[in-house]
């Protein structure tokens, strides 16, 4: 089976949405340095008019699969991540693929849109244990200008460029405006008590699955919402669902120590007493999360400024808190 054309060094990521497994890959140097890369939109079948059918048609259907990293998606701009593997599990390393959007079937399309390739390692000083293991998740693919105009399901397509030529295959259909309770960009942000390493007498294994424990529980989200710019991370390394979560803590960690002065910094679990049988924490539910992991980035005013769903690297949530401290003057 060919592969998709590689223009950088690629690792193995598997990330999954509510069970829902992605394989993607990235470029990363062994120090952890993030980078990223993206191809050019000339490299993709352009649009000229035709339908998505159209352009969905106009091409062999692809060996791959391509599979969305999150569930919500709203009117505007959105922030689209996925993954791409084989029919039988096998992660692709080095895919260049772009995104194609549209309403109904007889609407313009939006595309081609290609995708970034983002690396999920850290300088080995912030990895946890187990970190990097074999089929552990290292990367992930996101395209940042996915426009929705309109609340419903939108049609979406993937082309992956392979060395016999592009490939094109379906993606699940985004639903734009289904989790509507999800605390939303320019709003206050939800005023939860985060458990600190005080409130458990240092016992941190009671508030972080993580191994070690992450150095994220020293303030309670309530004591600096509204007064500093915070960082809120919610996932859960042990327990994830999506299997990126020990991978983003680590890169939280990591952009505190390098870019975060100034900025508050909490890494919230998910589940009720770290059991997923006792479902979500009233944190997650005060937030509205139907997936995980998340990061909200809020200003000082308590207001959300940016949030991811799914995956992130150092080199997006570093952009992301250097955006929240020059919002905030600093």
């Known amino acids: 089976m060919p592969h998709p054309k590689a223009n950088i060094r690629a690792g193995l990521v598997a990330l999954a949405v509510l069970g829902s497994v992605f394989l993607a890959a ?40 391509v599979s969305p990293a999150g569930l919500t998606f709203e009117r505007g701009t959105n922030r689209y991540a996925f993954g791409v593997f084989e029919l039988d599990g096998t992660p ?17 399309v939006q595309g081609p849109l290609p995708a970034t390739v983002g690396s999920l390692e850290t300088k080995p000083a912030y990895r946890a244990k187990g970190a990097g293991a074999p089929g552990e998740p290292r990367s992930y693919y996101r395209v940042d200008g996915v426009e929705f105009d309109r609340s419903g399901p939108w049609l979406a397509i993937a082309i992956v460029n392979a060395d016999d030529g592009p490939q094109a295959t379906r993606l699940p259909s985004p639903v734009v405006g289904k989790f509507p309770l999800v605390a939303a960009v320019g709003s206050k942000a939800p005023v939860i008590s985060t458990p600190t390493a005080d409130s458990v007498g240092g016992d941190l294994s009671k508030i972080d699955t993580r191994q070690p424990p992450s150095t994220l529980h020293g303030t309670d989200f309530q004591d600096v919402v509204g007064k500093k710019p915070v960082v809120l991370v919610f996932a859960t390394p042990a327990f994830c669902q999506s299997r990126v979560c020990g991978p983003v803590v680590d890169a939280t960690e990591q952009v505190k120590d390098e870019v975060g002065d100034g900025v508050e910094f909490i890494h919230m679990e998910i589940y009720e007493d770290n059991d997923p049988g006792k479902g979500f924490r009233p944190q997650v539910q005060a937030f509205g999360l139907p997936t995980e992991p998340w990061v909200f980035l809020i200003g000082s005013d308590g207001r959300i400024q940016q949030r991811l769903e799914g995956a992130f690297g150092v080199e997006e949530l570093s952009a992301a808190v250097e955006r929240l401290k020059r919002s905030e003057g600093t």
């Open 92 to 108: 692709v390393d080095d895919a260049e693929v772009a995104l194609y959007f549209a309403k109904s079937p007889n609407s313009p």
């Open 26 to 65: 990235c470029a990363g140097s062994d120090d952890g340095v993030s980078t990223s890369s993206t191809p050019p939109a000339s490299d993709f079948p352009k649009v000229e008019g035709r339908t998505i059918e159209e352009v969905f048609a106009s091409e062999p259907e692809s060996k791959y699969v």
